[in-house]
């Protein structure tokens, strides 16, 4: 089985902000799928489907950024999800709009969702795709920065950083993270 996690901030406040570019694949992977986000529980809110014969989870925590770890957890141990079987999807302040990341493990880096994961998971060592939302060139609080939306001009290459991303996780339902990785770290 494996899970895919999009990290974000739930409520129409936040939709579409950078923070919330995780919540954004999923929701591409959805609209590809013809999945809903059907079940609710553990914090979180989740697709439970089949794709090439395996169970696949789409979630979206609902704990709000910061705890994102605390909807993940459960859901792991209740399925009993192994570790490598888990993707975390999530915007990145280092990367520029639209360029993308693939890595198998890492630190937080400042991101306090990641910070929350690697608590709960008791663990660096879990794969992450990160998406480049650059950083604020004005003098903005960074914490304003990421709650706010995408301007206008950025739109295209957040439309294929989130694209890019959704056809990273479909190479992984069929191959090896390493290959796919190699592919889409370009």
Avoid at 36 to 44: E, Q, W
Avoid at 68 to 78: K, V
Avoid at 126 to 142: A, D, E, L, Q
Wanted: net charge negative; proline share 4%; charged share 25%.
């Amino acid at each position: 089985m494996k899970c895919i996690v999009g990290l974000g901030n739930p409520g129409k406040k936040y939709q579409n902000t950078r923070h919330n570019i995780g919540f954004m694949v999923i929701d591409e992977l959805l609209n590809r799928f013809h999945w809903d986000l059907s079940k609710t529980k553990f914090n979180g809110k989740f697709a439970m489907e089949h794709v090439a014969g395996e169970k696949v989870i789409l979630l979206q925590p609902q704990t709000y950024m910061n705890l994102s770890g605390e909807a993940i957890r459960p859901l792991m141990d209740f399925y009993n999800i192994d570790m490598e079987d888990v993707l975390v999807i999530y915007d990145d302040l280092d990367l520029p709009t639209g360029k993308i990341r693939l890595r198998e493990k890492g630190g937080h880096g400042g991101h306090n969702g990641i910070r929350s994961m690697i608590d709960h998971l008791g663990t660096k060592e879990f794969k992450r795709i990160r998406i480049g939302i650059g950083r604020p060139i004005s003098p903005i609080p960074v914490v304003d920065y990421v709650l706010g939306s995408f301007p206008k001009e950025e739109h295209e290459d957040v439309l294929s950083s989130i694209k890019k991303s959704a056809d990273a996780c479909e190479a992984w339902f069929n191959r090896d993270f390493i290959d796919v990785m190699n592919d889409f770290n370009s």
